[in-house]
């Protein structure tokens, strides 16, 4: 347990977006994906996802970490298949944002998501990590009420309202792992960070990444950092990781990609360059390969539930 309270007091949680959304035609999006967490509470209607169709019940929520691609299906009926790519471009033909008290319709098929990051040592994505599928939450007397909560005060202007969000949304992650823990959920997936975190010569790897990402990343430079041999060192952070050192590079760019079409005005080729990409077509291709989208529509979206 000492190994699960050093790793929750390493998280840097950061709150990005929640809204309530009406389901106005029953929509199956092939391949969801977002580059942070997310989480779906069901007010009234169906959600199911993955290939088994598993179904969430109303009061339940749908936890999806950031980086999953999976199949969502929102609405009871015949729904519409679309791919994430078609869905950015046309889901104001099937989401709309709502009040809280239209939520409580039962004639209303709806749903409440909260978007977040969760970092270890503000580097590492710590769900991402764990390469864990979506997972529903039963019913759980402690997320729903934070979810709640967050979703009250991001409709605030009240004094504070950002600060609540902030500690709520550490409260909402925390119950989270505490679901995992309790469940006995990817024992074996945390067993294995809760030994790599404890590891400082790959923080420093962690964080020389973080602080590099525009430069030269290769695995001489990283041998360097965590002083082991270059031979040595893709064999090391495998091990301790599950992935070899340049994928998780490519998805850290990546990462900031997203995070720099968001909130600035950059170009794609000035972006394409920050992270560590010379040639701006490649930067494209790679982008769009690992998010299944172009990078512009990335910008236009901001977030997948955006309406």
Request: some cysteine; hydrophobic content about 40%.
């Amino acid at each position: 347990m000492e190994d699960y309270n050093k790793i929750i007091e390493s998280l840097n949680v950061h709150f990005k977006k929640a809204n309530n959304i009406r389901i106005t035609q029953p929509i199956t999006i092939e391949n969801y994906y977002d580059v942070e967490n997310t989480v779906i509470r069901l007010n009234n209607g169906q959600i199911r996802f993955g290939k088994q169709k598993e179904v969430v019940s109303k009061g339940d929520v749908l936890f999806v970490p950031g980086g999953k691609n999976v199949s969502i299906t929102f609405g009871s009926g015949n729904a519409v298949g679309l791919s994430n790519d078609d869905f950015i471009s046309n889901r104001e033909n099937y989401f709309k944002s709502i009040g809280l008290e239209e939520i409580e319709d039962p004639e209303i098929e709806s749903f409440t998501f909260v978007n977040f990051d969760a970092k270890v040592f503000d580097s590492v994505n710590f769900f991402a990590s764990l390469d864990i599928p979506p997972f529903i939450i039963h019913d759980n007397p402690k997320v729903n009420p934070a979810v709640a909560t967050i979703i009250e005060e991001s409709n605030s202007d009240v004094a504070g309202h950002e600060r609540i969000i902030k500690l709520i949304t550490d409260h909402l992650v925390v119950e989270i792992i505490r679901y995992v823990i309790k469940n006995q959920l990817f024992v074996e997936q945390l067993a294995t960070n809760s030994t790599y975190f404890k590891d400082p010569r790959l923080i420093d790897i962690f964080a020389y990444i973080k602080e590099h990402l525009e430069g030269d990343l290769s695995n001489k430079n990283l041998a360097s950092v965590a002083n082991v041999s270059e031979d040595y060192v893709g064999q090391y952070f495998k091990m301790l990781t599950g992935i070899n050192p340049q994928d998780y590079i490519e998805y850290q760019r990546m990462e900031r990609a997203v995070s720099l079409l968001r909130t600035t005005k950059k170009s794609i080729r000035e972006i394409g360059t920050d992270v560590g990409y010379k040639d701006t077509a490649y930067f494209c291709r790679r982008f769009k390969m690992m998010f299944g989208i172009p990078a512009g529509k990335m910008r236009r979206r901001e977030s997948l539930m955006n309406v």
